[in-house]
């Protein structure tokens, strides 16, 4: 079929309204009405073809580089990632860029980070409040925070000091609700330009920039961190990266949004299962292997995926879904879609971490870190997290929600969270693990 399949004929306005203010449910609703496949119009975003059939998605996430350019990114990410960075730069400079940041986040590097992982988680758990209501998510923002500025910076005491404070108030920011609404109405020109913004984003450029210059003008020192391998690292015609360039990679790095609202997620699907919760821990007890724990993440990752979509721009026409696509087509393969379909997932509203003791997690059917060239180049690097700091937690204290029903899920500025912020209870833990 040619031209582009059906979708609401409501004006971009109010598709963009819907998407900004229940994007979960409108997706539900088109696919219901217009199957797996449809048109959405979104301001600011464009147009796009949300894919949900599994064929499709693989076909999407196997095309060639050279068929498939950036995409859309989250709006409001996109005035802190910069042009140059890796997710919006378009081949051959994304794959020379993926090259020089994978090393730092996978095989030897991404292992010897693990105990700091758990070092950073036990320090955490232990300031938290014991016998009174807090917040998990905020608490999981601040460690994932904490091991992503060791990855990037290394252990420079004064300047981590500094950057915690700058990068809290980022966050808080991006996350700001009210900018937030008005960002889907005015676009990221609007909040690049806006006071407010400027104010937190500044100092943390300024500081990520100090540092660049610091460790330039030092030479080679033999460190491992993000921007020792970025400022080392060299272009194919032998140039190193510009300030610029610097900027926008590191700054992509430290905008680490999803690892923190899965966290919590994991903890609020957990609390509202206490026989998987249960099961877990007699896992974590006996001290045989971990799969029963990646399996609670995996599921944590198909039923509460932090990313809805990932967007992909055709370089070449395509036929996906039955309909021949033209080249510039932005095509957007639907993780919360894919994850939610009963017919790929039995049950797919239920937390059942079980069926992935006895089915792979893989593309096309399990995609929160997207798939092909541009998956998440931090994804075994995420999960390693997860599976430390959810090993910790329930190794040092006992968690009770305040709240026996189901946080809702709520929309973020980069991924989606638990609607309370994963109200919870923490007690020590009796009797203490091995
Ligand atoms: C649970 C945690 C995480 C989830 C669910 C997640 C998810 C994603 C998704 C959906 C994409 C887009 C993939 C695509 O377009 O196909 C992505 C890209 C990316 N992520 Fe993650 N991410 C996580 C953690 C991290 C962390 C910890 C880092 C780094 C510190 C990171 C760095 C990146 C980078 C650099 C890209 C761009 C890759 C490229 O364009 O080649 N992510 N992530």
């Given at each position: 079929?040619?031209?582009l399949?059906?979708?609401?004929r409501t004006?971009?306005?109010?598709q963009?309204?819907?998407?900004?203010?229940e994007?979960?449910p409108?997706?539900?609703?088109?696919?219901?009405?217009y199957?797996?496949t449809?048109t959405l119009?979104?301001?600011?975003?464009?147009?796009w073809?949300?894919?949900?059939?599994?064929e499709?998605?693989?076909?999407?996430?196997?095309?060639?580089?050279?068929?498939?350019?950036?995409?859309?990114?989250?709006?409001?990410?996109?005035?802190?990632?910069?042009a140059?960075?890796?997710m919006?730069?378009?081949?051959?400079?994304?794959?020379?860029?993926r090259?020089?940041?994978?090393?730092?986040?996978?095989?030897?590097?991404?292992?010897?980070?693990?105990?700091?992982?758990?070092?950073?988680?036990?320090?955490?758990?232990?300031?938290?409040p014991?016998?009174?209501p807090?917040?998990l998510?905020p608490?999981?923002?601040?460690?994932?925070?904490?091991?992503?500025?060791?990855?990037?910076?290394?252990?420079?005491?004064?300047?981590?000091?500094?950057l915690?404070?700058?990068?809290?108030?980022?966050?808080?920011?991006v996350?700001?609700?009210?900018?937030?609404?008005k960002?889907?109405?005015?676009?990221?020109?609007?909040?690049?330009?806006?006071?407010?913004?400027?104010?937190?984003?500044?100092?943390?450029?300024?500081?990520?920039?100090?540092?660049?210059?610091?460790?330039?003008?030092?030479?080679?020192?033999?460190?491992?961190?993000?921007?020792?391998?970025?400022?080392?690292?060299?272009?194919?015609?032998g140039?190193?990266?510009?300030?610029?360039?610097?900027?926008?990679e590191?700054?992509?790095?430290?905008?680490?949004?999803?690892?923190?609202?899965?966290l919590a997620?994991?903890?609020?699907?957990?609390?509202?299962?206490?026989?998987?919760?249960?099961?877990?821990?007699?896992?974590?007890?006996?001290?045989?292997g971990?799969?029963?724990?990646?399996?609670v993440i995996?599921e944590?990752?198909?039923?509460?995926?932090?990313?809805?979509?990932?967007?992909?721009?055709?370089?070449?026409?395509?036929?996906?879904?039955?309909?021949?696509?033209?080249a510039?087509?932005?095509?957007?393969?639907c993780?919360y879609?894919?994850?939610?379909?009963a017919?790929?997932?039995?049950?797919?509203?239920?937390?059942?971490?079980e069926?992935?003791?006895?089915r792979?997690a893989?593309?096309?059917?399990?995609?929160p870190?997207?798939?092909?060239?541009?998956?998440?180049?931090?994804?075994?690097y995420?999960?390693?997290?997860?599976?430390?700091?959810?090993?910790?937690?329930?190794?040092?204290?006992?968690?009770e929600?305040?709240?026996?029903g189901?946080?809702?899920?709520?929309?973020?500025?980069?991924?989606?969270?638990?609607?309370?912020?994963?109200?919870?209870?923490?007690?020590?833990r009796?009797?203490?693990?091995?």
């Amino acid at each position: 079929m040619s031209g582009l399949p059906p979708g609401p004929r409501t004006p971009r306005l109010l598709q963009s309204r819907r998407w900004s203010r229940e994007p979960l449910p409108f997706l539900e609703r088109c696919r219901a009405r217009y199957g797996p496949t449809f048109t959405l119009r979104l301001r600011h975003l464009g147009t796009w073809v949300l894919l949900s059939d599994p064929e499709d998605v693989k076909r999407v996430f196997s095309a060639d580089t050279d068929d498939l350019g950036v995409g859309v990114p989250n709006l409001a990410l996109r005035p802190v990632l910069g042009a140059h960075s890796v997710m919006l730069s378009e081949e051959p400079e994304h794959m020379a860029r993926r090259k020089m940041m994978l090393p730092r986040f996978h095989g030897d590097r991404m292992r010897e980070d693990a105990e700091v992982m758990t070092e950073l988680a036990r320090r955490e758990v232990r300031a938290w409040p014991v016998g009174e209501p807090f917040r998990l998510w905020p608490r999981m923002q601040a460690l994932t925070q904490e091991v992503v500025m060791r990855a990037v910076f290394g252990d420079d005491q004064g300047r981590l000091d500094r950057l915690r404070v700058l990068l809290t108030n980022l966050t808080d920011a991006v996350n700001d609700e009210g900018r937030l609404r008005k960002l889907a109405l005015f676009g990221p020109g609007w909040l690049e330009r806006s006071r407010g913004w400027r104010q937190a984003m500044d100092p943390v450029e300024k500081e990520v920039l100090a540092e660049v210059r610091r460790r330039r003008a030092e030479g080679e020192n033999g460190r491992k961190d993000a921007v020792s391998i970025l400022i080392e690292a060299r272009n194919e015609d032998g140039s190193p990266l510009s300030e610029k360039e610097l900027r926008d990679e590191l700054l992509t790095l430290l905008t680490d949004g999803p690892t923190s609202s899965s966290l919590a997620w994991v903890f609020e699907r957990l609390l509202r299962h206490p026989e998987k919760l249960e099961r877990l821990q007699q896992e974590l007890l006996a001290g045989e292997g971990d799969a029963y724990l990646d399996a609670v993440i995996k599921e944590t990752l198909r039923l509460r995926p932090p990313v809805s979509v990932v967007v992909r721009r055709l370089l070449r026409p395509a036929t996906l879904g039955g309909y021949d696509l033209p080249a510039e087509t932005l095509v957007a393969p639907c993780v919360y879609l894919v994850h939610n379909s009963a017919e790929i997932y039995e049950d797919p509203g239920s937390f059942v971490p079980e069926r992935f003791l006895e089915r792979r997690a893989a593309v096309p059917t399990w995609i929160p870190f997207g798939g092909g060239a541009r998956r998440c180049l931090a994804a075994s690097y995420a999960e390693q997290e997860m599976k430390r700091v959810v090993r910790t937690v329930l190794e040092e204290v006992e968690l009770e929600p305040v709240d026996t029903g189901s946080e809702r899920i709520s929309r973020a500025a980069i991924a989606f969270s638990p609607a309370q912020h994963g109200l919870v209870v923490a007690r020590p833990r009796t009797p203490v693990y091995a």
